[in-house]
């Protein structure tokens, strides 16, 4: 089953998947395959394999992400967006405010297109 529709690049880089994925879903490995960004659904992940990071804005917390060498995992936060590494949107030249074309392929892979 294919479903397609458009989301929103925010002003931080997150796009909005909350309708498009399972409500236990936490995490998703982000790679890049010419002009698409790939979503692949992460089960499980090792912490100690993985390093996390941080990003506090105004004193909040606002982003949480791990990565490991060579991956990027980034997590859903709790309104079910999920921020895009900043060298994926310039590489493909995604800008604020623009569509992106969703591809849900299965629930463990969505494919997001300019």
Known sequence: MC???FVKLDEIGRVKLKKFIPDNCQ?????????????NKVDSIKISDC??????????????????????IRRVDELGRIVLP???????????GEDLRIEVQNDN??????
């Open 3 to 5: 479903n397609e529709d």
């Open 27 to 39: 995490y998703f490995e982000i790679n890049i395959e010419g002009k698409k960004i790939i979503l």
């Open 51 to 72: 390093n996390v990071e941080t990003i506090i804005k105004d004193g909040k917390v606002v982003e949480k992400f791990i990565w490991q060498p060579e991956k990027y």
């Open 86 to 96: 900043v060298e994926f949107r310039k590489e493909i030249g995604i800008k604020e």
């Open 109 to 114: 892979k969505i494919v997001l297109e300019k």
